[in-house]
């Protein structure tokens, strides 16, 4: 699931100058503290969070590429992963974008998901896939993702929970001919 921790009903407006590069191994601390801090998460998901972070952190850019929001005072605000879906032709997914509380409604979010669109579309992206939770707190995530022009395209009920539908997102970036049909 790919929440961006923001506050309920807040429209993020940058009034915080951010520092925006890949995140460091030693950032690992704070990204469990963001994850954790949202309350949104199960232990479970935490630490897959954790696991995708490392894997990052181990290889970057092989199997998914990062980005950090970093504060005036250096610290990591939020942070996001994402990268190539296997076995498509230019579709990516955003698999964690998460801002900490405490950075939350500062533009950081946005900033996040619109720099990594940025590095999809120069790496040859033609869509980006997000996937994330019908739960009722999960609303302004929801919100924030039609916001940034990713539309709904999938529910599939009681996918996480009971009661808890994955709700899939997508955005076009741009028209692209398939591979399929260039290599008929």
């Not at 005036?72 to 032709?89: E, H, I, K, R, W």
């Not at 992206?125 to 990713?150: K, P, Q, V």
């Amino acid at each position: 699931m790919t929440p961006v921790a923001h506050k309920p009903g807040s429209q993020e407006t940058p009034i915080q100058t951010f520092d925006w590069r890949p995140p460091k191994p030693a950032d690992r601390p704070r990204v469990a503290e963001a994850v954790a801090a949202t309350g949104m998460f199960r232990p479970d998901e935490i630490a897959v969070a954790l696991e995708v972070f490392d894997d990052y952190c181990r290889a970057p850019g092989q199997d998914y590429l990062a980005l950090a929001a970093y504060g005036p005072s250096g610290g990591l605000a939020g942070f996001a992963l994402f990268g190539p879906t296997p076995c498509t032709v230019g579709t990516w997914d955003l698999y964690w974008i998460v801002v900490h509380p405490q950075a939350q409604g500062q533009g950081a979010g946005r900033g996040l998901l619109e720099r990594a669109e940025a590095q999809m579309r120069d790496a040859g992206a033609r869509m980006c896939a997000i996937e994330t939770s019908s739960r009722e707190d999960y609303e302004a995530t929801r919100r924030f993702y039609l916001a940034c022009g990713y539309q709904e395209v999938a529910r599939i009920a009681d996918f996480y929970d009971a009661g808890d539908d994955r709700v899939t997102y997508a955005k076009q970036f741009e028209k692209s001919l398939s591979l399929r049909k260039e290599n008929e």
